[in-house]
């Protein structure tokens, strides 16, 4: 089963800057899309960015000239650069890819466990 672990999530001032990365623990042999998604506490999981093999990327309003979604294929892992950050981006951050693994003959719906962010004023 592909697992995906998140970090980089932390504490940081209004304006701060960080970097979620999300690891796969395997290669994947087709991937249909990579995002990250977040959760603020009361609220729903809400679509943040998303990004294809071929590096077309799209964000939600919010984040738009803030976040930067980026991926590195050889080393699994997928990429969230978050400058100018606002305290209303305060959430769980969590990644997805929906893929097929080299394990498997199908195509799953992989997500991890989340990284949270908290940004104070």
């Known amino acids: 089963q592909v697992q995906l672990v998140e970090s980089g999530g932390g504490l940081v001032q209004a304006g701060g800057s960080l970097r979620l990365s999300c690891a796969a623990s395997?290669?994947?042999?087709?991937?249909?899309?990579m995002g990250w998604y977040r959760q603020a506490s009361g609220k729903q999981r809400g679509l943040v960015a998303t990004?294809?093999?071929?590096?077309?990327?799209t964000y939600t309003d919010s984040v738009k000239g803030r976040f930067a979604v980026s991926r590195d294929i050889v080393k699994n892992t997928m990429y969230l650069q978050m400058n100018s950050l606002k305290p209303e981006d305060t959430a769980v951050y969590y990644c997805?890819?929906?893929?097929?693994?080299?394990?498997?003959?199908?195509?799953?719906?992989?997500w991890g466990n989340g990284t949270l962010v908290t940004v104070s004023s």
């Open positions: 990004i294809t093999t071929e590096g077309l990327t």
């Open positions: 395997e290669r994947f042999f087709s991937i249909r899309i």
């Open positions: 997805n890819i929906v893929g097929r693994p080299y394990s498997d003959s199908l195509f799953g719906n992989y």
